[in-house]
């Protein structure tokens, strides 16, 4: 009984604990507006605290004991089939807990009263209906204000859920996307080498095996470890340097500790190809490509990051070609990055220098 009872107060669509707070705040609010109109009409007789303090703390204490029921009212209004039939009982159970609260908490007061004075009211006679009619009203007043909240809170956590969903799907379509291209990509490497050299060919055929055993595998996850997705550049990096042995340098910083950080799945491939395309196959001798992976402190936001850097070499012929010919690829991890992350990345492009070309993600150090 009292876990259902637990259970009841952890499903209504705004915390207790919050509407502990709101609950305190309202009835500090009324006791001083009770304060100032006591100051204010000048009445003969001293303020009470502890009565006026006991009435009001009574009166908004109770919803907090019958917002399970409220809560239970909202879901019916909020539900999709609902008769005639059904819109008259969510206005009588709305009418008999107003009742209920102003019966609970007259009495409750009545019962302090007479503590303190020796004397009870009458709760059944003439006075005492008429105060219970009024005071109901007042109580349906305050238990349509609370469902109105209930109903926006509800309200918002479904707007928040529908966003989310709406956020992953639109990730997913940008993965998707990025799978058919890697691929034409590889496999129009392959194709170039069969006719140059068979051997190689093969080579890159069986590499292309491991990389699409490595895409099935992951082909639904979104997230993965900094250990993952460098094995997976690896195999693509050993795939495409068969072709490219003799102009392909390639060095990796990458500390053991950080291997469990977790980071969008194949965000660092796009950049991988980039720096192929425009700092490899376009170089007159080699082109080095150089991965590197830190922990860094952000002072300003007092959190730590993780810091992926893909920087390749880049010759003086190849690099108006690389600045207009990678703003698809760039986008596309931006989008990516700002459905998982919001704005609590940073993602920097450029050349540094010359002979330098630098992409630069830091997403916020999480581990799996």
């Not at 309200?155 to 379509?173: C, D, F, G, P, V």
């Not at 990051?305 to 010919?325: A, C, D, I, W, Y």
């Not at 992409?359 to 799996?368: C, D, M, Q």
Request: charged share 20%.
């Amino acid at each position: 009984m009292l876990k259902q009872l637990f259970q009841s107060y952890k499903n209504l669509p705004i915390a207790f604990g919050k509407m502990g707070v709101a609950v305190f705040i309202v009835c500090c609010f009324f006791i001083a507006k009770e304060y100032t109109s006591h100051l204010v009409n000048d009445y003969n007789f001293p303020f009470s605290w502890l009565f006026i303090s006991l009435k009001i703390s009574v009166n908004y204490t109770l919803w907090l004991i019958l917002a399970p029921w409220i809560g239970s009212i909202t879901k019916k209004i909020t539900s999709k089939r609902k008769t005639i039939l059904g819109w008259m009982g969510i206005i009588a159970c709305i009418v008999i807990i107003s009742a209920l609260h102003r019966a609970l908490s007259t009495k409750v007061y009545d019962l302090v009263y007479f503590m303190d004075t020796g004397y009870m009211k009458n709760f059944f006679g003439p006075n005492g209906i008429v105060a219970l009619a009024v005071g109901s009203f007042s109580s349906l007043i305050e238990q349509l204000v609370i469902i109105a909240l209930f109903l926006g809170a509800d309200y918002q956590k479904q707007y928040l859920k529908n966003q989310q969903a709406l956020i992953n799907a639109q990730i997913n379509t940008l993965q998707m996307q990025l799978h058919p291209h890697f691929l034409f990509n590889t496999l129009h490497s392959i194709s170039s080498m069969i006719d140059i050299d068979t051997q190689k060919a093969q080579k890159m055929l069986t590499k292309i095996g491991t990389l699409l055993r490595s895409l099935l595998e992951n082909e639904m996850e979104q997230m993965t470890t900094i250990k993952n997705e460098i094995e997976f550049i690896k195999h693509y990096l050993d795939l495409e340097q068969i072709r490219y042995i003799d102009k392909m340098q390639i060095e990796y910083i990458v500390p053991k500790e950080l291997l469990g950080a977790e980071i969008p799945n194949m965000i660092l491939q796009p950049l991988i190809e980039n720096a192929i395309k425009y700092g490899v196959v376009t170089a007159t001798k080699y082109g080095k490509i150089t991965i590197e992976i830190e922990k860094v402190f952000e002072e300003t936001q007092g959190v730590e990051h993780v810091m992926m850097q893909v920087s390749n070499t880049l010759e003086e012929s190849s690099q108006l070609v690389m600045e207009k010919g990678t703003g698809l690829g760039l986008k596309n991890i931006r989008k990516r990055l700002e459905g998982i992350y919001g704005n609590l990345f940073k993602f920097e492009f450029g050349l540094t220098h010359s002979e330098l070309y630098i992409a630069k993600i830091s997403l916020p150090f999480k581990t799996i």
